[in-house]
């Protein structure tokens, strides 16, 4: 950047040939991110036209781009946000990641990449868009339910991947991977941030309000991006990446309470410079290094969207979404990008992968980002194909979980059952670690252990080795099947609080949906508690064992699982005969009020206990659901609520199929949660009741 004339030059053909892409990808109705890769393609050295821009200006101005991209995710994330967020997000993106996390690595290592490409793999591909997820969203109208969930992963995910930055710059500049190293490595970095965060929270927040009193918006707007470059400096003198601490700067600043005004001021610097970031990631794609690697690409192209699809799905309904808003939020985030190009980009410039990565990342972003309007247009049609293909004992399952989950958020929290809560997550994640730090610990020396035993005892490695390991899984299991133990243990403590188990002497009519919670909460903490340690074990220990143990105790759980569900599907059908006679009594003896139904529903829910918010809807002879079936109303999939029975004038009918076409005056039981419940009522009530694709 000394020759100013070559600055002013590169600045303009990269802007002027950005402008002309991102007119053309908006008419294209295009994400533009992918319009500045192609300019950056464009003036870029790989492709023969005359436009080329120096990459040395390029790269100075893309790196103020990152920083200031950064601390723009910052001023959106604070410490209220993360509360706000939810354990339930925060959940869902921890399986999420760390499956991506794991996928990301196993491949590489089948690819026969280093075990630091391996790394940076798979933080690449765990981390979806924001930048891409708000326009696509922004688009198509997303609301409601949907965007809430998946705007609290993405908040969950980009705090992920700072510390994914954090912790890959540490090892690719020092400890590697040896362990003991690692173990001093991630001390510092926890001191560090430790040090940061409790320092800036208390200067930072009180220095922008005292700026901002001053209500001049150019010495605002210099403060902050001050700062921000102020702490990008700091984490880079200490050996991080600068975008840890722009990210940092943004988070503390937006605990003062100014960050909208700041955002607002920051963001037509921030865009400028974003562009020209974007523009520099297409200028390093080589499509020669692309053509020679289109097998990998197309199979992480594969695993992201496939991958982010199951893993959201999974973790979001298990922590309480209901089938569709689970299915609907993982095809809204199968896509990688912006952080995908900064961890790719960290690994080049620290020299801790070949230069083949940063296209790979950036093809496999492009591929996913031009799938992800297309996703999310499809994912209610999906969402309905999947509720309606369903055997029965999971449609029942996936309609009363739903309900369950919502009655454990709304169970009184007394001071002994959340001091049993804590105490068995604690022997929980005490037995995990201890048993994972054993195999990681005799993996990490077993050259040296090898060595000591031919040396002390003459033994052949032949021997050594299998006594060796059968010494430390010896020393590992009883702390695995504690873990096992306590974690069934902290499921029934869970389910309990539930639906109480009944007093001795007396039927148990609550033992049914209780077991099949039992074991649902226990895949739950499965995926919490295994995928992760699979993630952190992975690099040390030999992934198949692993894998192997994992997959056998999940097909346990899954066939407990399927023996649960098909016994509650009978407790559901002698319930709902229950409700059907409850009902008709009411009709017979004059009583077929709403608020008569309501009470006898209720009587039914205490007797019968697990069957979700039971409601009951009569259909007036207005009602948009007169004269259609079940099938075209499509109630379960668009509300989440079933209908479990049907009271008219002739007779009753337990369970209707899909087929069953509803009068007027037809007296439905519906089952779910209750918001569930409450949008089935509209659907039902309401003539105007819109079904949007995207409300929830």
Same mark, same amino acid.
């Given at each position: 950047?000394?020759?100013?004339?070559?600055?002013?030059?590169?600045?303009?053909?990269?802007?002027?040939?950005?402008? =002309?892409?991102?007119?053309?990808?908006?008419?294209?109705?295009?994400?533009?991110?992918?319009?500045?890769?192609?300019?950056?393609?464009?003036? +870029?050295?790989?492709?023969?036209?005359?436009?080329?821009?120096?990459?040395?200006?390029?790269?100075?101005?893309?790196?103020?781009?990152?920083?200031?991209?950064?601390?723009?995710?910052? =001023?959106?994330?604070?410490?209220?946000?993360?509360?706000?967020?939810?354990?339930?997000?925060?959940?869902?993106?921890?399986?999420?990641?760390?499956?991506?996390?794991?996928?990301?690595?196993?491949?590489?290592?089948?690819?026969? #990449?280093?075990?630091?490409?391996?790394?940076?793999?798979?933080?690449?591909?765990?981390?979806?868009?924001?930048?891409?997820?708000?326009?696509?969203?922004?688009?198509?109208?997303?609301?409601?339910?949907?965007?809430?969930?998946?705007?609290?992963?993405?908040?969950?995910?980009?705090?992920?991947?700072?510390?994914?930055?954090?912790?890959?710059?540490?090892?690719?500049?020092?400890?590697?991977?040896?362990?003991?190293?690692?173990?001093?490595?991630?001390?510092?970095?926890?001191?560090?941030?430790?040090?940061?965060?409790?320092?800036?929270?208390?200067?930072?927040?009180?220095?922008?309000?005292?700026?901002?009193?001053?209500?001049?918006?150019?010495?605002?707007?210099?403060?902050?991006?001050?700062?921000?470059?102020?702490?990008?400096?700091?984490?880079?003198?200490?050996?991080?990446?600068?975008?840890?601490?722009?990210?940092?700067?943004?988070?503390?600043?937006?605990?003062?309470?100014?960050?909208?005004?700041?955002?607002?001021?920051?963001?037509?610097?921030?865009?400028?410079?974003?562009?020209?970031?974007?523009?520099?990631?297409?200028?390093?794609?080589?499509? +020669?290094?692309?053509?020679?690697? #289109?097998?990998?690409? @197309?199979?992480?192209?594969?695993?992201?969207?496939?991958?982010?699809?199951?893993?959201?799905?999974?973790?979001?309904?298990?922590?309480?979404?209901?089938?569709?808003?689970?299915?609907?939020?993982?095809?809204?985030?199968?896509?990688?990008?912006?952080?995908?190009?900064?961890?790719?980009?960290?690994?080049?410039?620290?020299?801790?992968?070949?230069?083949?990565?940063?296209?790979?990342?950036?093809?496999?972003?492009?591929?996913?980002?031009?799938?992800?309007?297309?996703?999310?247009?499809?994912?209610?049609?999906?969402?309905?194909?999947?509720?309606?293909?369903?055997?029965?004992?999971?449609?029942?399952?996936?309609?009363?979980?739903?309900? #369950?989950?919502?009655?454990?958020?709304?169970?009184?929290?007394?001071?002994?059952?959340?001091?049993?809560?804590?105490?068995?997550?604690?022997?929980?994640?005490?037995?995990?670690?201890?048993?994972?730090?054993?195999?990681?610990?005799?993996?990490?020396?077993?050259?040296?252990?090898?060595?000591?035993?031919?040396?002390?005892?003459?033994?052949?490695?032949?021997?050594? $080795?299998?006594?060796?390991?059968?010494?430390?899984?010896?020393?590992?299991? *009883?702390?695995?099947?504690?873990?096992?133990?306590?974690?069934?243990?902290? +499921?029934?403590?869970?389910?309990?609080?539930?639906?109480?188990?009944?007093?001795?002497?007396?039927?148990?009519?609550?033992?049914?949906?209780?077991?099949?919670?039992?074991?649902?909460?226990?895949?739950?903490?499965?995926?919490?508690?295994?995928?992760?340690?699979?993630?952190?074990?992975?690099?040390?220990?030999?992934?198949?064992?692993?894998?192997?143990?994992?997959?056998?105790?999940?097909?346990?759980?899954?066939?407990?699982?399927?023996?649960?569900?098909?016994?509650?599907?009978?407790?559901?059908?002698?319930?709902?005969?229950?409700?059907?006679?409850?009902?008709?009594?009411?009709?017979?003896?004059?009583?077929?009020?709403?608020?008569?139904?309501?009470?006898?529903?209720?009587?039914?829910?205490?007797?019968? *206990?697990?069957?979700?918010?039971?409601?009951?809807?009569?259909?007036?002879?207005?009602?948009?659901?007169?004269?259609?079936?079940?099938?075209?109303?499509? @109630?379960?999939?668009?509300?989440?609520?079933?209908?479990?029975?049907?009271?008219?004038?002739?007779?009753?009918?337990?369970?209707?199929?899909? $087929?069953?076409?509803?009068?007027?005056?037809?007296?439905?039981?519906?089952?779910?949660?209750?918001?569930?419940?409450?949008?089935?009522?509209?659907?039902?009530?309401?003539?105007?009741?819109?079904? *949007?694709?995207?409300?929830?």
């Amino acid at each position: 950047m000394s020759d100013p004339h070559e600055f002013l030059r590169a600045l303009t053909v990269v802007l002027c040939v950005a402008a =002309l892409t991102t007119v053309l990808f908006q008419r294209l109705r295009q994400p533009v991110i992918l319009g500045y890769i192609l300019a950056g393609l464009i003036v +870029g050295p790989h492709v023969p036209v005359p436009l080329v821009a120096d990459s040395v200006t390029v790269r100075t101005l893309a790196e103020i781009g990152v920083i200031l991209l950064m601390f723009s995710l910052g =001023l959106e994330f604070s410490l209220r946000k993360l509360g706000e967020v939810g354990p339930t997000a925060a959940m869902t993106a921890v399986v999420e990641t760390s499956l991506m996390l794991w996928f990301g690595f196993n491949i590489a290592q089948l690819f026969g #990449w280093t075990l630091l490409e391996s790394l940076f793999l798979g933080a690449v591909i765990a981390i979806s868009s924001t930048t891409i997820v708000a326009k696509a969203f922004q688009e198509q109208g997303v609301a409601g339910r949907l965007r809430e969930r998946v705007v609290g992963i993405l908040i969950v995910e980009d705090l992920i991947a700072i510390l994914l930055l954090a912790a890959l710059t540490a090892i690719a500049s020092g400890s590697g991977l040896a362990f003991g190293p690692l173990l001093v490595t991630v001390g510092k970095l926890g001191a560090f941030l430790a040090g940061l965060i409790g320092f800036g929270l208390l200067l930072i927040p009180r220095a922008v309000r005292l700026v901002n009193r001053l209500n001049r918006p150019e010495t605002t707007i210099v403060a902050a991006v001050g700062s921000c470059f102020a702490l990008a400096l700091l984490a880079q003198g200490f050996g991080y990446s600068a975008a840890l601490g722009a990210f940092l700067a943004g988070s503390l600043i937006a605990e003062s309470g100014e960050a909208g005004r700041i955002e607002r001021l920051v963001e037509p610097v921030r865009d400028i410079f974003a562009a020209v970031f974007f523009v520099s990631v297409g200028m390093l794609i080589d499509p +020669g290094l692309i053509l020679r690697h #289109w097998g990998a690409i @197309l199979v992480l192209t594969g695993v992201v969207i496939g991958g982010k699809i199951g893993g959201v799905a999974l973790g979001s309904f298990l922590t309480g979404s209901r089938l569709r808003i689970a299915i609907q939020s993982g095809m809204s985030l199968a896509q990688i990008g912006e952080f995908s190009f900064i961890i790719a980009g960290l690994g080049l410039t620290l020299g801790a992968t070949g230069d083949f990565l940063y296209p790979v990342a950036i093809a496999v972003s492009a591929l996913t980002t031009l799938t992800t309007p297309w996703l999310i247009r499809a994912s209610g049609p999906v969402a309905d194909w999947v509720d309606r293909h369903l055997p029965g004992p999971l449609q029942t399952f996936t309609v009363l979980y739903g309900s #369950w989950v919502e009655g454990l958020l709304k169970a009184p929290r007394s001071e002994g059952n959340m001091a049993q809560l804590r105490r068995l997550l604690r022997r929980l994640l005490l037995d995990a670690a201890v048993c994972s730090a054993i195999l990681v610990g005799f993996y990490s020396s077993a050259d040296a252990l090898l060595a000591l035993a031919r040396d002390r005892a003459a033994l052949p490695d032949a021997i050594a $080795s299998p006594l060796l390991l059968g010494i430390a899984l010896l020393l590992a299991a *009883p702390f695995f099947f504690g873990t096992i133990r306590v974690g069934r243990k902290l +499921g029934q403590a869970l389910a309990e609080m539930v639906l109480p188990a009944g007093r001795e002497g007396r039927v148990d009519l609550a033992a049914a949906p209780r077991r099949l919670l039992v074991v649902s909460f226990e895949l739950l903490i499965v995926f919490l508690v295994g995928a992760p340690l699979l993630v952190l074990t992975r690099p040390f220990v030999p992934g198949i064992p692993g894998i192997l143990l994992l997959a056998l105790f999940v097909t346990g759980l899954g066939v407990l699982f399927w023996r649960s569900a098909t016994n509650l599907q009978g407790h559901v059908q002698a319930g709902t005969e229950v409700i059907i006679e409850a009902l008709a009594r009411q009709a017979k003896g004059g009583g077929g009020s709403a608020d008569r139904s309501a009470v006898a529903l209720q009587q039914v829910e205490q007797l019968l *206990p697990g069957l979700g918010a039971l409601t009951a809807v009569r259909l007036k002879p207005d009602s948009p659901a007169v004269g259609r079936s079940l099938a075209e109303l499509n @109630l379960r999939a668009l509300s989440g609520a079933s209908v479990l029975g049907i009271t008219r004038k002739g007779g009753a009918i337990i369970a209707p199929t899909a $087929s069953e076409v509803l009068n007027a005056g037809d007296l439905l039981a519906l089952t779910g949660t209750s918001d569930a419940v409450a949008l089935a009522r509209t659907l039902l009530e309401e003539s105007s009741a819109p079904e *949007p694709p995207f409300e929830s």
